[in-house]
């Protein structure tokens, strides 16, 4: 495969503090955080509860504007919703239950004018295959598994070709073995159809598994504790010595207070690689 070098990051997270404010008090879900997503990263954020990964992925996508900092996408700061940033949500019910799974897909690509109906439909169709559910295109929601639906929403998404996808633990709520299955299919999606994932989770296998690149978030409110690369890790590799070594350094740098109490948690740690455009 063609590598190219890319000259700028895709998605630029510039010293972002969000905050909630309720009539009652102000929570602070997250402070100072920066990182960069280049083109054809899965890029990870990984963090306990709380600590703001769902509220910096809703900025990415536009749903919330950063108390301070900046987010850009394309050197543009966002400043709302678009069709470039697709959600993928962990809940099973983001589809809408009176439409077909076809038409669940066809729809963001009809009403932000993408595609006319034919277009939208072959589109729809051809993702719904990548998916494997192209036998169900007529199919409602609620007669499909839970990862039947996220597989839908998962096409619905990619289908609109954003510049980049959005998913907040999309897999949290499935067995673990359908969980197994639905990353080793993104992975596969991510190899066939070249887009750029910024990820959330809470668990340190999905993250080294899924990702290529891992920011680690403190706890409440999330500040970046580190930052590591991870493309070299598959499901292959679970019992492997290296394997438990990165999650067991993940699992100190999320939880410092099994380290040695002389402020170490407050060092950022940042690894760096080249980023390649696709690498594989
Ligand atoms: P995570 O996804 O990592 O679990 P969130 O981004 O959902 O974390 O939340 C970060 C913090 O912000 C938490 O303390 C949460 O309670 C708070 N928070 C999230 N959404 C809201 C909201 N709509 N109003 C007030 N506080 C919120
Ligand atoms: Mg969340």
């Not at 470039?84 to 949500?89: G, K, N, P, S």
Request: glycine share 6%.
């Amino acid at each position: 495969m063609e590598q190219t070098t890319p000259v700028a990051p895709l998605l630029q997270v510039r010293t972002v503090d969000i905050e909630y404010r309720t009539h009652q008090r102000r929570v602070r879900a997250t402070h100072d955080v920066s990182f960069d997503v280049w083109p054809g990263d899965r890029f990870i954020l990984l963090g306990p509860s709380g600590c703001g990964k769902s509220s910096l992925l809703k900025a990415a996508g536009g749903f919330l504007t950063p108390r301070s900092g900046d987010i850009t996408l394309d050197g543009v700061t966002i400043r709302g919703p678009g069709p470039e940033r697709m959600m993928v949500f962990q809940e099973f019910d983001q589809l809408p239950p009176w439409k077909t799974v076809l038409e669940n897909v066809m729809f963001p690509l009809l009403a932000s004018r993408k595609a006319d109906k034919a277009g939208a439909r072959e589109r729809a169709l051809h993702f719904l295959n990548k998916v494997g559910l192209a036998g169900f295109a007529d199919a409602m929601p609620h007669t499909l598994s839970g990862g039947m639906k996220q597989r839908v929403a998962i096409a619905r998404a990619l289908a609109m070709k954003p510049r980049i996808l959005l998913m907040d633990e999309p897999f949290a709520a499935l067995d673990a073995l359908t969980r197994r299955t639905m990353q080793e299919e993104l992975l596969t999606l991510w190899h066939e159809e070249h887009f750029t994932l910024l990820f959330v989770t809470h668990s340190i296998e999905e993250a080294l598994v899924v990702g290529s690149r891992i920011l680690v978030l403190s706890p409440h409110p999330g500040r970046v504790r580190a930052e590591l690369n991870c493309h070299q890790y598959s499901h292959n590799d679970f019992g492997s010595a290296e394997f438990q070594h990165a999650a067991r350094h993940i699992h100190h740098l999320l939880f410092p207070a099994a380290l040695p109490a002389d402020g170490h948690h407050q060092t950022q740690e940042r690894v760096y690689v080249p980023a390649t455009l696709h690498s594989s």
